[in-house]
């Protein structure tokens, strides 16, 4: 929590300041150094590799931006992302390319051991997500919208808002998009963040992930999602959140 100091007040402190150097030395101000603030801390929670970039991209590198530490969570490792061939394959592939995508947007990453297309809701995994979370103690926490088509998308959710309900250190949870119509149904926002200057840097990231095709299908769902929402901000590019739990008395950690 802040407190603001009146300038009488700051004008006290200098005088209360400058009677204590005369007295013990200028050493007795240097023996106290001045706490840093520290850092904002966002967790980008998605189901598969690709989920993060093209749901949040932008909103991570304006984030970034802003000063704040961000990090990437691949929930599963995409092992039923590439027809043909084996799970143990396609997730080396879709791993190294989440890799080079995290690379590009300058941001650590970490992969959970959930399965592609059978990722599971048990008391061990509740308890894997929140011990995920309590080890990072992130402010935020971006994630999938629950009412979605994909189960790894809801299953997703669901641990993550059970872990909301139980870590030590309380985060703000927004939850993005992903395909609205074709698999998030249902999604309203609260929370618009401009993208723009971000834009061909978060499509550079995105399309690291060669083997899915982005191309074909980020312009028919993604990119009208970012110009719907750049409309309604009057800039050209936007993501989209729905705040979880408003308080209108908290500032949330999408106002920067």
């Known amino acids: 929590m802040s407190t603001k100091i ?5 004008l006290k402190l200098s005088g209360a300041a400058a009677a204590a150097t005369a007295l013990l030395g200028t050493d007795v101000l240097a023996a106290e150094p001045l ?22 991209g932008g909103t991570v590198l304006k984030m970034l931006a802003a000063g704040f530490d961000v990090k990437v969570v691949y929930f599963t490792r995409g092992e039923r992302g590439i027809s043909g061939v084996s799970l143990q394959e396609s997730a080396r592939v879709r791993m190294a390319e989440s890799v080079e995508a995290c690379k590009c947007l300058r941001v650590p990453y970490v992969f959970m051991d959930q399965i592609d297309g059978e990722s599971e809701i048990t008391a061990r995994r509740y308890l894997e997500m929140k011990e995920l979370i ?28 059970d872990a909301w309900r139980r870590v030590q250190k309380k985060f703000d949870l927004f939850y993005f998009e992903a395909m609205t119509g074709l698999q998030s149904k249902t999604f309203l926002p609260t929370d618009l963040v401009d ?20 191309e074909d299908w980020y312009p028919a769902y993604h990119l009208k999602m970012e110009e ?14 729905v705040r979880f739990d408003q308080n209108p008395t908290q500032k949330a950690i999408m106002e920067f």
């Open 195 to 214: 993208i723009s200057d971000y834009h061909d840097q978060k499509v550079r990231a995105l399309y690291c992930h060669k083997s899915q095709d982005c």
């Open 6 to 10: 009146s300038r009488r007040q700051m």
């Open 228 to 241: 719907f929402y750049g409309l309604r901000l009057a800039t050209k590019y936007a993501e989209a959140f």
């Open 35 to 56: 706490e840093t603030p520290r850092r904002k801390k966002v967790l980008v929670i998605g189901a598969h590799p690709d989920d993060p970039e093209s749901c949040a």
């Open 134 to 161: 309590d080890a990072e103690k992130p402010d935020a926490v971006l994630t999938h919208w629950p009412i979605d088509s994909h189960r790894d998308h809801v299953n997703c959710a669901v641990l993550v808002l």
